[in-house]
């Protein structure tokens, strides 16, 4: 259990606010607006991290919870990599998209409350129920070793849908460099059961890591699941945006939504 002179929320709040603050001037400065995407993938593990070392890896939940929380960001990380994410320039397409829609003015706006510090105190939140469980420490039991399994298949799920994507994106690029027709997004694989199967593996695994904090707690209803029930919420806005974007481009993928599932994996229509 953590000493009682450690508050978790004040040391990762502080970070928090510290990373808000550099994501934004960052953006001012450079005029890239991905920078909240770059940590996307760092930022959750470093929380975890902070919290198991205040607990001396003493606390079994606490390090099973940071061991899943690291494998989830190093297989991000390389995903975003290899996409060139942090590369100069390498800024998400929607944000240009916004741009237009909101005006220098309301998209600064915008950049100041929602892309810097609302989406970094949602990467604290996600993470919070490892707080609920370095606070009331449980023996580690076989639900806690059921639930790191479950983690672990929609990590693997959300591996080989990003897998999928990343194939067909290269393959259509290569067909456009020989100027040869073929299909515009992917329908194949787990993107023939939804339409982002990525998108639902995320969510679901981030309900995963609350389930460990109502073990620890012992409430169903607890505070730390404040961050998965947010990114539940942003995932369907960020998903109708993308949906929005791909329709406008794809007149074929009205049809593509009508046959398939959007998020949760189901036998198409």
Not at 96 to 113: D, H, I, S
């Amino acid at each position: 259990m953590l000493h009682t002179w450690f508050d978790p929320s004040f040391l990762l709040v502080e970070i928090c606010a510290a990373t808000s603050v550099i994501c934004w001037l960052l953006s001012v400065v450079t005029r890239e607006y991905s920078w909240v995407d770059r940590i996307w993938s760092i930022a959750p593990v470093a929380y975890v991290w902070v919290v198991a070392a205040q607990t001396h890896f003493g606390d079994a939940r606490v390090n099973l919870i940071t061991a899943l929380v690291s494998a989830w960001g190093a297989r991000l990380t390389y995903n975003f990599a290899r996409k060139g994410g942090y590369k100069a320039g390498g800024e998400d397409y929607r944000w240009a998209v916004l741009r237009e829609r909101l005006g220098p003015v309301g998209f600064q706006l915008f950049n100041l409350t929602f892309i810097a510090p609302f989406q970094n105190v949602l990467l604290l939140l996600i993470v919070a129920p490892v707080v609920a469980a370095a606070q009331h420490a449980q023996p580690l039991g076989l639900v806690d070793l059921a639930l790191g399994a479950l983690f672990v298949v929609f990590l693997a799920v959300e591996t080989v849908a990003d897998e999928q994507q990343w194939r067909f994106q290269e393959a259509k690029a290569a067909r456009k460099a020989r100027q040869e027709a073929g299909p515009d997004f992917c329908t194949t694989g787990l993107f023939r059961f939804s339409r982002h199967p990525n998108f639902f593996s995320e969510v679901s695994l981030w309900w995963v890591i609350y389930a460990f904090g109502v073990l620890a707690t012992g409430e169903w209803l607890h505070w730390s699941g404040l961050g998965a029930l947010v990114l539940t919420g942003l995932f369907q806005g960020s998903t109708a945006m993308t949906e929005g974007i791909s329709k406008s481009k794809y007149p074929a993928y009205a049809e593509y939504q009508r046959r398939t599932s959007r998020l949760l994996p189901w036998p198409p229509r």
